[in-house]
């Protein structure tokens, strides 16, 4: 083998991004901060209230002293349901930043061994799994980004690199490499990094995916700088080259040690195949075959180990996730209450949106019902509430701004016949329309005189043509207004120059046909400026 076979490709690669540093300095600086003389680079300090902000948190973490019971009462003003997700996540995250906080106060404490309590989340789509996690990290004020596990089975180990969560962490703490390490890595649709399974084979980039996240969810050193970002590996290597001039050394990488990980997932077909091992275990008054109406997903309380192994997943990477907990399929009942009660209801959404219009709206008790009723049929979770609520107020939040009206009630009625209710809502209020109309032309009259310079001044009978060619043609005010009036400014010019006015009233006839009426005008100013 020769010389140049036993070259590092990595030294290569130094060599060859110093040797281009040295013919253009100017690269020196490219999206790496300043670079002092000396040699030292300044790190641009965080603003104040940003550095504030952090250290505020660090603190929280320091003194870490929530309870269960406070984080689930926490969760009850924002989650309906899922009682046994909420104990146990909580006594799980309370485990995890007491033990943080332990460390803390005595360093000794982190070369003992620990398990790390990393958190697996079962149960079907839209039952609040995400919601759960985004409102611990919330109210413990950590770093939090979730991810889709597809991005990385797609790929495998082309493309998106695990490693890249823990670096999306540590932008969302703000590059705050000491708060991003305590932070919460969120991953959703675990169950599609599975392998095959049984009787096909294994899935080389699910199994990849897998072996490469139980790395993370150990205890590793992740680099800050991404393999494929050659511009801050420059930066790390000219830091290391210049010796940092006395300053504090940057962190090039970022210990996995504090961070906890939750996965989670939907897991159907392992519900699927609990159902089958519990029933076929099941013998005499234990037994419920031909239980069709069962909610599949309950068998997953019942899931063991094995269950996650024969499901594809690798007994390393399932044993680093001891806190598995499954979420309970939303009801109709359960629906209606997240309407009512939850702090982050979409009908309080709803009302903000609508109040943009100073618009509001009741919804009655038995309306209530009914969306739950129908978002339970989209068999999507509370996800389903949303699917109907657009549904049912699209055309309501498309008309309404235009017209009087300030208030309506939501009915059965209107969920059945959406379209029928909104239209006798209109009619009901069209005596009140004429003074909209006539506001909308007020609006238009000053955003003309702002624009150009000139007030118009509408007749009633002006205002009766153009309202009727917006309601004949489905137009805006504004919009017929802006058609008919488009060029009006060069002529009322031309008048101005030889009149001196800038006031001008729109008759019948100049509202029917401006350009006509115009000319006339134009025409009479310069028989005016020669009389």
């Not at 009633?460 to 009036?485: G, H, L, P, S, Y």
Request: hydrophobic share 35%; proline share 4%.
């Amino acid at each position: 083998m020769s010389d140049k076979d036993d070259k590092n490709p990595f030294e290569e690669l130094q060599k060859n991004i110093q040797d281009m540093i040295r013919k253009n300095p100017g690269l020196a600086n490219m999206g790496m901060g300043v670079q002092q003389p000396g040699g030292a680079e300044h790190v641009e300090a965080p603003p104040p209230e940003q550095k504030e902000k952090d250290d505020e948190v660090l603190r929280r973490i320091r003194e870490f002293s929530l309870k269960p019971k406070e984080i689930r009462d926490h969760l009850n003003r924002y989650v309906i349901k899922q009682a046994e997700a909420k104990k146990v996540l909580s006594v799980a995250i309370c485990d995890h930043y007491n033990h943080v906080r332990q460390c803390l106060e005595n360093q000794q404490l982190r070369e003992r061994e620990y398990s790390k309590q990393n958190i697996l989340l079962l149960g079907p789509t839209g039952v609040g799994k995400t919601y759960l996690m985004r409102n611990i990290a919330r109210l413990i004020g950590v770093p939090f980004i979730k991810a889709d596990a597809t991005k990385f089975s797609e790929t495998g180990y082309v493309g998106y690199d695990v490693e890249d969560l823990v670096r999306d962490l540590v932008k969302a703490a703000n590059n705050n490499v000491e708060l991003a390490q305590y932070g919460i890595i969120y991953i959703d649709e675990i169950d599609k990094i599975a392998s095959a399974g049984e009787g096909a084979g294994k899935d080389v980039s699910g199994r990849g995916v897998q072996i490469n996240l139980l790395k993370l969810m150990e205890d590793t050193e992740v680099n800050l700088f991404a393999p494929n970002d050659i511009m801050g590996q420059m930066q790390a290597m000219m830091s290391m080259q210049r010796g940092g001039g006395g300053k504090k050394e940057q962190p090039k990488t970022i210990s996995t040690r504090h961070i906890l990980f939750i996965v989670s997932g939907a897991f159907d077909k392992l519900a699927e195949s609990v159902k089958k091992r519990v029933e076929a275990a099941s013998i005499g008054f234990a037994a419920h075959p031909g239980d069709e109406d069962a909610d599949p997903y309950g068998y997953l309380k019942q899931s063991a180990s094995a269950d996650f192994i024969k499901y594809g997943f690798e007994p390393e990477f399932i044993g680093r996730i001891p806190v598995r907990v499954a979420c309970e399929s939303l009801q109709p009942t359960d629906l209606a209450e997240i309407l009512t009660s939850s702090e982050g209801s979409l009908l309080n959404q709803y009302r903000s949106d609508f109040s943009g219009y100073d618009i509001s709206f009741n919804i009655t008790t038995e309306a209530i019902q009914e969306v739950a009723r129908q978002a339970h049929a989209e068999k999507t979770g509370a996800r389903g509430l949303m699917t109907v609520l657009e549904r049912l107020f699209r055309d309501y939040k498309f008309e309404l701004p235009s017209t009087a009206i300030k208030s309506f009630e939501v009915t059965t009625d209107t969920l059945t016949e959406p379209e029928k209710a909104l239209k006798e809502l209109i009619v009901e209020n069209l005596h009140l329309q004429d003074d909209v109309w006539k506001a909308d032309i007020e609006r238009f009259s000053e955003a003309f005189r702002n624009t150009h310079g000139f007030s118009l001044q509408f007749e009633d009978a002006a205002a009766e043509v153009i309202i009727a060619a917006a309601t004949e043609q489905d137009k805006t005010i504004r919009a017929v207004c802006e058609q008919r009036f488009k060029d009006f400014q060069h002529g009322l010019q031309i008048i101005s120059r030889n009149t001196g006015r800038t006031e001008f009233t729109i008759n019948e006839a100049a509202a029917q046909d401006p350009d006509k009426e115009l000319s006339q005008w134009v025409v009479a100013s310069f028989n005016e400026s020669n009389g």
